[in-house]
């Protein structure tokens, strides 16, 4: 059955037909997805996680839907576990003029608050990071372990989505 979408798939393109073609590509792929005998478990899986995030690249609501998602999850996490409660102590002193040895003690405080975690400011801040994660670029905070992580997370994921939702915005304009 994979092979008549696939063939009726390329008449239409043949034809310049892009709204019928895609209307056949997702066919073509829903019964690849759903082939146990001629499709291998690890591409069906593939298959399953690209229709769930982006309807098989053609459902620019269902990525964009995903990427909102994933940023709001990344706020909350940020919020709750990742932001400093503080940003960090700056030392300062001055060198004695004949040289000799300067010591700088900073106080560390448990950098995760253990109340007002949710609070505008840690929001903004979380929100700041967030958006800068989506379009790969540092948030040039100051962020805790735990936050790191969360950070690189988000940096993989939340562009892909985004890209996800501009190829299925730019197959629509197409057609």
Partial sequence: MTAVYRQLR????????????????????????????NTSRSERVLLHGYWLLSGYGLRASRAAGWLIAAMIITIVLLMGFGLPQNSPRQASGTVPA????????????????????????????????????????????????????????????????LALAVLAVRGRIKR
Avoid: W
């Fill in 98 to 161: 004949g040289g000799g040895r300067v010591t700088c003690t900073i106080d560390k405080d448990d950098p995760n608050p253990t109340h007002d975690r949710f609070t505008a400011k840690r929001f903004e801040k979380a929100l700041n990071v967030t958006l800068n994660s989506v379009i790969f670029r540092s948030s040039g905070q100051d962020l805790t372990t735990t936050s790191t992580y969360i950070e690189m997370g988000s940096r993989l994921l939340e562009p892909a989505l």
């Fill in 10 to 37: 390329k008449a239409f393109e043949d034809s310049k037909n892009e709204p019928g073609a895609a209307d056949f590509y997702y066919g073509e792929m829903e019964m690849r997805r759903h082939d146990r005998d």
